[in-house]
């Protein structure tokens, strides 16, 4: 499975972050996969922000749950995240990240910086 995540390098703040991971060389439906995304700011931990179940469930974090999206398009093999109202704050390399029992796939990720 190869995971790359895609969207725009630089956002205003107030203004809503989207990225899109495509996947290949597996199915977004398959069964017991997990399909997050997660972020490390500049000098930082990681930080899970949520998932989409291969069942088609969103589950997120309770720190962006409030300002978060994650959503899928079975028909390309991608799954987006939609995060409003940046900050400066949000500011990081995001990842979309795939889990399955034995298995675990990463992105290359992307660095997103919020900025007017």
């Known amino acids: 499975v190869q995971l790359q995540e895609s969207g725009p390098g630089l956002v205003k703040p107030s203004q809503t972050l989207s990225l899109t991971c495509t996947v290949s060389g597996g199915s977004i439906t398959t069964n017991y996969y997990f399909w997050s995304w997660i972020r490390q700011p500049p000098g930082k931990g990681l930080e899970w922000i949520g998932y989409i179940a291969y069942s088609g469930n969103a589950y997120y974090s309770p720190s962006f749950k409030s300002r978060t999206s994650i959503s899928r398009d079975t028909s390309k093999n991608q799954f987006t995240l939609q995060l409003n109202s940046v900050t400066p704050e949000d500011t990081a390399v995001y990842y979309c990240?795939?889990?399955?029992?034995?298995?675990?796939?990463w992105g290359q990720g992307t660095q997103v910086t919020v900025s007017s």
């Open positions: 990240n795939a889990r399955a029992p034995k298995y675990d796939y």
